[in-house]
T-cell receptor
C-alpha cells in the first residue's frame, strides 16, 4: 500500500492547457508539500499545507493553485501551461511541519508541455 | 542566508570501492542536516539525519555521515558500494528559523562494474 501516491505519473499536454495532479497520503501526516524538480534535478519547494492550511507559498506563478480538501490530500492545478512548466512534480508529506520532520515523497509526476 | 553546496555534480566509483559524497552548508547556528537518495524514476528517500549529539550518524543501506562543525560539512560515506547504490544524492539543511529545508543541487553516483 503506497504511502504517498500521485496521479498521473506521466502527463503530456499542449501549451495553454489546464491540468491537475493529485496526491494522497495514508500516513496520517499533518503536513504536505509540492516540490518541482527541473531537468537538472534541482529541487524547489512550491507549497506546503499543514492540516489543510497553507503555510508555505513560494514565488510561484499564479497559474499554479494548490488545494487541500483534507489533510490526506493535496492537489495541484496548473492553468495555461507553458513550456517552462515541464518538470517532475513531487508530492511529499511529513508528520509535522518545520525543519525536523522526515519527508516522505511520492514517485513523482512527470509533466511534459509541448 | 542559508545555503547548501554539493561540490560534485557526479562521482564515478567502482563497485566494492568506498564512497564519500561532500556536503557543505552555510548557517550560523547548529543546523538540522539530512541526506536523501533518489533512485532513477523514484521519489526521494531519507538516508539519515543529524540534529544533535553524536556527530557520526548511521543511516539505512549501510550509509553513515559525519557532522564537522569546524568545516561546516556533513559528508556521506559508505565503505563498499553496490551497483544498486547508483542514484542521485541530496543533502538538505533545516533550522529553527526557517520553516523549510534548503536543498543542495544533488550528486549523481555512477557505479562502474
Amino acid at each position: 500500500d503506497t504511502a504517498v501516491s500521485q496521479t498521473p505519473k506521466y502527463l503530456v499536454t499542449q501549451m495553454g492547457n489546464d491540468k491537475s495532479i493529485k496526491c494522497e497520503q495514508n500516513l496520517g501526516h499533518d503536513t504536505m508539500y509540492w516540490y518541482k524538480q527541473d531537468s537538472k534535478k534541482f529541487l524547489k519547494i512550491m507549497f506546503s499545507y499543514n492540516n489543510k492550511e497553507l503555510i508555505i507559498n513560494e514565488t510561484v506563478p499564479n497559474r499554479f493553485s494548490p488545494k487541500s480538501p483534507d489533510k490526506a490530500h493535496l492537489n495541484l492545478h496548473i492553468n495555461s501551461l507553458e513550456l517552462g512548466d515541464s518538470a517532475v512534480y513531487f508530492c511529499a508529506s511529513s508528520p509535522s511541519g518545520g525543519p525536523t520532520g522526515e519527508l516522505f515523497f511520492g514517485e513523482g509526476s512527470r509533466l511534459t508541455v509541448l | 542566508a542559508q545555503s547548501v553546496t554539493q561540490p560534485d555534480i557526479h562521482i564515478t566509483v567502482s563497485e566494492g570501492a568506498s564512497l564519500e559524497l561532500r556536503c557543505n552548508y552555510s548557517y550560523g547556528a547548529t543546523p538540522y542536516l539530512f541526506w536523501y537518495v533518489q533512485s532513477p524514476g523514484q521519489g526521494l528517500q531519507l538516508l539519515l539525519k543529524y540534529f544533535s549529539g553524536d556527530t557520526l550518524v548511521q543511516g539505512i543501506k549501510g550509509f553513515e555521515a559525519e557532522f564537522k562543525r569546524s568545516q561546516s560539512s556533513f559528508n556521506l560515506r559508505k565503505p563498499s558500494v553496490h551497483w544498486s547504490d547508483a542514484a542521485e544524492y541530496f543533502c538538505a539543511v533545516g533550522s529553527d528559523s526557517n520553516y523549510q529545508l534548503i536543498w543542495g543541487a544533488g550528486t549523481k553516483l555512477i557505479i562502474k562494474p
